[in-house]
């Protein structure tokens, strides 16, 4: 960890804000990729981690000679990676690059990408209990009677928490692609 956040004060204190940028871009050379990946599973929050990564490393660059003077560099990148994941999960709407990045996701679904990142974005707003039991449950497949055990729940309570997660992606918003012509 020490040998990466030396690399970080290097990277940081590279040049202007696009030098910077290009040069911590091209190979997560800040190592911001594990941060968010631990906050966004600690969050159990639904989003393009992507772009929440590049929002961060940007941050990181137009903030750079503040970085390099902050005598916890660690923590001055996780406080970018949050800002970054902050901004980007409290929007409203998403612009063209977001959706298409939901595309993949939407497709195989059959929902409109627009749709889904409405979802999304109410998802992210559900209460951590939901978001989380949902996280366990459905993407990560743990067993429901353990998972229940674990957190002292009632397995009927735990099912209901994760059921209730689904909620923002079964509104109306959430709608079904049009049927695609034949060809």
Do not use: Y
């Not at 939901?102 to 939901?130: I, M």
């Amino acid at each position: 960890m020490r040998v990466e956040l030396q690399r970080a004060r290097e990277l940081l204190a590279s040049g202007k804000p696009l030098e910077v940028l290009a040069h911590i871009v091209a190979e997560d050379g800040l190592a911001l990729r594990p941060r968010l990946g631990a906050r966004l599973g600690a969050r159990a929050l639904l989003c393009d981690g992507e772009r929440v990564l590049l929002c961060a490393q940007a941050l990181c660059a137009l903030r750079a000679k503040a970085g390099r003077g902050a005598p916890e560099l660690g923590r001055w990148l996780d406080e970018q990676v949050e800002e970054a994941l902050a901004a980007l999960t409290q929007e409203g709407e998403l612009g063209p690059e977001a959706l298409e990045a939901l595309v993949d996701f939407a497709t195989p679904l059959v929902l409109d990408p627009g749709a889904l990142a409405v979802g999304c974005a109410r998802f992210n707003r559900l209460p951590f209990e939901q978001r989380e039991a949902f996280f366990a449950l459905v993407l990560d497949g743990a067993s429901p009677d353990r998972l229940a055990r674990e957190r002292g729940l009632a397995l009927p309570e735990l099912l209901r928490r994760a059921r209730g997660a689904l909620e923002p992606f079964l509104r109306p918003t959430a709608a079904p692609l049009p049927p695609q012509s034949a060809r």
